[in-house]
């Protein structure tokens, strides 16, 4: 597709499900990243992959959640054992790479999680 | 570590007004910096990226500049419009891909 594709869109779970979110990002994009908006808040920092590989998951916000990515494309973001913290929007973007000189950020619509 | 602010967090303007958004950060050994806009509902598009070399940058009606001494990024735009009507981020990264979000400015342009 022409942009970063997120599904599901929307995800109503019960506290203490597992969910799983997944991003397509732009074809040819080796960067990719997951972001956490809650209401009234920033984007948080979630983590990026550099290819297949995950060079920074400092932003996770505990054990319950995992990422990965393969073949170096889709993305997804497991979050186990959901709680009510959880929810927010979470929101994948891709780059063309990272580094010193940038490429600019291309962003989903976003997965809106709702735990309740 | 790098923190962004925004100000004003909202802001109301009639239509035909120029105007400019203000984004603060604390760390000026940043790579470059990005401005969004974000619909109700949607993800965020990139309006402009300026790199550290740069101090400004121009896409239509749309201007940013970076003075990185003074921390600070500001976003003009000009003979602004309803349909500019959105909420408004910068971001900066000082690493080579994290970057730090500020909260916004929810800009409502009145018709």
């Known amino acids: 597709g022409a942009g970063v594709s997120q599904s599901p869109s929307n995800k109503v779970t019960e506290k203490g499900k597992d969910v799983e979110l997944r991003c397509d990002p732009i074809?040819?994009?080796?960067?990719l990243y997951w972001y956490r908006q809650s209401l009234g808040q920033g984007l948080e920092f979630l983590i990026y992959?550099?290819?297949?590989?995950?060079?920074?998951k400092s932003g996770l916000p505990s054990d319950r959640f995992s990422a990965e990515r393969t073949g170096g494309s889709v993305s997804t973001l497991t979050i186990q054992r959901t709680q009510q913290e959880d929810s927010a929007v979470y929101l994948c973007?891709?780059?063309?790479?990272?580094?010193?000189?940038?490429?600019?950020?291309?962003f989903g619509d976003g997965t809106r999680l709702s735990i309740l | 570590k790098q923190e962004v602010t925004q100000i004003p967090a909202a802001l109301s303007v009639p239509e035909g007004e120029n105007l400019v958004l203000n984004c603060s950060f604390t760390?000026?050994?940043?790579?470059?910096l990005q401005w969004f806009r974000q619909d109700p509902g949607k993800g965020l598009t990139s309006l402009l990226l300026?790199?550290?070399?740069?101090r400004e940058q121009t896409s239509g009606r749309l201007n940013a500049s970076l003075d990185k001494s003074s921390g600070r990024s500001t976003l003009y735009i000009a003979a602004s419009q309803p349909g500019d009507s959105a909420t408004y981020l910068c971001?900066?990264?000082?690493?080579?891909?994290?970057?730090?979000f500020g909260t916004g400015t929810r800009l409502k342009v009145l018709a």
């Open positions: 992959f550099q290819g297949n590989s995950a060079p920074d």
């Open positions: 971001a900066a990264t000082s690493g080579t891909y994290k970057y730090i």
């Open positions: 973007a891709s780059s063309l790479g990272a580094g010193r000189l940038g490429q600019p950020q291309h």
């Open positions: 760390d000026s050994a940043i790579y470059n």
């Open positions: 074809s040819g994009h080796t960067a």
């Open positions: 300026i790199q550290s070399s740069q």
